[in-house]
């Protein structure tokens, strides 16, 4: 599900208070082209300018091994990346910095790396790359380590043999394709930032990624940046969008779903364990923010989790 991808990615970059964006792909190739689109269109909708890689000479090459049996990565990764790391380097060097890039996948992620390197760039504090497919050899080989999106590869493995099953079968199979979402994000070296220059806030930030599921409030927040609560809220909503409230929210929302995915807490445990005491109105603005119910939510995780065991 690639817009689920660029959604995912899209996220883990304004919570660690981006504002710049970029996105580097193999254009001309099917996946990359839906990544970039499905990432643009999130970008352009916050009223922000997404930077995108082009290079005329990338796009022929592909366009021609499309029609091949040859696979792209494997001739992404002996020609588009060297060839081409000059006019990488002038690309990067010319964002505004610091940006958030976004590959189509792990070998460009690195490509992008190697040419932060040569162009003598800081990584992840002037640039953040976020790979996708979480290769763990090219990721963790990489320098720095690369963050990179998870995909649910055995769903993905499940759900098209369940398809060639029902088909050998004789059964009638829709056409309408099948999506399936990622697992979520690796998180490495070349995104663990909080891009913002306010250090102060920067500070408040991280107290509160830190400490949100304690109970905080955002008096406590402002506390251990050393601001009035006021100060506090106005350069939240100024730099990142949002208040320091929705932020604590906001992780104590995604730890609730880390937990639903995870254990058979009861709802009510998990509101205790997340500082939301009241099952009601965790019920209320979990579904208001995710577009369905914890209970709901459960039921996909585990009906996920159920087809990973099937498939080992």
Same mark, same amino acid.
């Given at each position: 599900?690639? *817009?689920?991808?660029?959604?995912?990615?899209?996220?883990?970059?304004?919570?660690?208070?981006?504002?710049?964006?970029?996105?580097?792909?193999?254009?001309?190739?099917?996946?990359?082209?839906?990544?970039?689109?499905?990432?643009?269109?999130?970008?352009?909708?916050?009223?922000?300018?997404?930077?995108?890689?082009?290079?005329?000479?990338?796009?022929?090459?592909?366009?021609?091994?499309?029609?091949?049996?040859?696979?792209?990565?494997?001739?992404?990764?002996?020609?588009?990346?060297?060839?081409?790391?000059?006019?990488?380097?002038?690309?990067?060097?010319?964002?505004?910095?610091?940006?958030?890039?976004?590959?189509?996948?792990?070998?460009?992620?690195?490509?992008?790396?190697?040419?932060?390197?040569?162009?003598?760039?800081?990584?992840?504090?002037?640039?953040?790359?976020?790979?996708?497919?979480?290769?763990?050899?090219?990721?963790?080989?990489?320098?720095?380590? #690369?963050?990179?999106?998870?995909?649910?590869?055995?769903?993905?493995?499940?759900?098209?043999?369940?398809?060639?099953?029902? #088909?050998?079968?004789?059964?009638?199979?829709?056409?309408?394709?099948?999506?399936?979402?990622?697992?979520?994000?690796?998180?490495?070296?070349?995104?663990?930032?909080?891009?913002?220059?306010?250090?102060?806030?920067?500070?408040?930030?991280?107290?509160?990624?830190?400490?949100?599921?304690? *109970?905080?409030?955002?008096?406590?927040?402002?506390?251990?940046?050393?601001?009035?609560?006021?100060?506090?809220?106005?350069?939240?909503?100024?730099?990142?969008?949002?208040?320091?409230?929705?932020?604590?929210?906001?992780?104590?929302? *995604?730890?609730?779903?880390?937990?639903?995915?995870?254990?058979?807490?009861?709802?009510?445990?998990?509101?205790?364990?997340?500082?939301?005491?009241?099952?009601?109105?965790?019920?209320?603005?979990?579904?208001?923010?995710?577009?369905?119910?914890?209970?709901?939510?459960?039921?996909?995780?585990?009906?996920?989790?159920?087809?990973?065991?099937?498939?080992?």
């Amino acid at each position: 599900d690639n *817009n689920a991808v660029a959604a995912i990615a899209f996220e883990h970059f304004r919570e660690r208070g981006f504002r710049h964006f970029a996105f580097s792909g193999f254009n001309g190739a099917d996946y990359s082209d839906a990544r970039r689109e499905a990432f643009v269109r999130l970008v352009e909708k916050q009223k922000i300018h997404c930077h995108i890689y082009h290079n005329a000479w990338e796009l022929g090459l592909v366009r021609r091994y499309k029609t091949t049996c040859y696979n792209l990565d494997t001739v992404s990764t002996g020609y588009l990346g060297e060839k081409n790391r000059e006019l990488t380097v002038q690309w990067l060097r010319q964002l505004p910095k610091p940006v958030g890039i976004l590959t189509c996948n792990d070998i460009r992620g690195q490509q992008m790396l190697d040419a932060c390197a040569v162009a003598g760039i800081t990584v992840p504090d002037d640039v953040a790359v976020l790979g996708v497919n979480n290769d763990e050899m090219l990721c963790d080989l990489a320098n720095p380590a #690369m963050s990179s999106v998870v995909p649910n590869a055995k769903r993905i493995g499940y759900q098209a043999a369940a398809l060639l099953d029902q #088909m050998m079968w004789g059964k009638k199979i829709s056409n309408e394709p099948v999506y399936v979402e990622p697992l979520g994000i690796q998180t490495r070296s070349s995104t663990d930032v909080l891009a913002i220059e306010d250090r102060q806030l920067a500070v408040a930030a991280r107290f509160i990624r830190e400490h949100a599921c304690k *109970n905080i409030s955002v008096v406590d927040a402002a506390r251990a940046a050393a601001l009035g609560e006021r100060t506090l809220e106005r350069r939240f909503l100024k730099m990142l969008g949002h208040t320091p409230k929705e932020e604590i929210l906001r992780a104590r929302l *995604n730890r609730a779903k880390q937990l639903l995915s995870e254990t058979d807490f009861s709802l009510a445990t998990i509101g205790e364990m997340i500082g939301l005491e009241h099952t009601e109105y965790l019920s209320r603005i979990f579904k208001k923010k995710f577009g369905i119910t914890p209970g709901q939510f459960r039921a996909r995780a585990q009906t996920a989790a159920a087809a990973d065991k099937l498939t080992e």
